[in-house]
């Protein structure tokens, strides 16, 4: 298993709720898949350089995880589906 870290910016109209949702799927996700979350990093409600999707504000998640490559690719395909979550960008971490 390697380590990585995403990034997810949510949509900055979405309730607390819905940011609780989109971190409990991506850690259903990687539990699944037989990997681990070690931290989850809210950065909160930031304003954009420009629009993305019409939209000025978004909310930022860094979370850190360890997980197969396979799951990997599950993780980006429920994330572009997610329609609350506006982008999303996945790193492998170097120590």
Do not use: C, P
Not at 30 to 49: I, M, P
Not at 73 to 80: A, I, K, Y
């Amino acid at each position: 298993m390697r380590e990585y870290e995403i990034m997810v910016i949510v949509d900055g109209s979405a309730e607390e709720a819905q940011v609780e949702a989109v971190v409990e799927r991506i850690t259903e996700i990687l539990t699944t898949g037989g990997g681990e979350v070690s931290n989850v990093d809210r950065w909160g409600k930031r304003r954009f350089a420009y629009e993305i999707d019409h939209k000025t504000e978004g909310i930022y998640l860094v979370v850190q995880f360890t997980a197969e490559s396979e799951t990997l690719g599950e993780l980006e395909r429920v994330l572009s589906l997610a329609d609350e979550v506006i982008r999303h960008k996945v790193m492998s971490r170097v120590a």
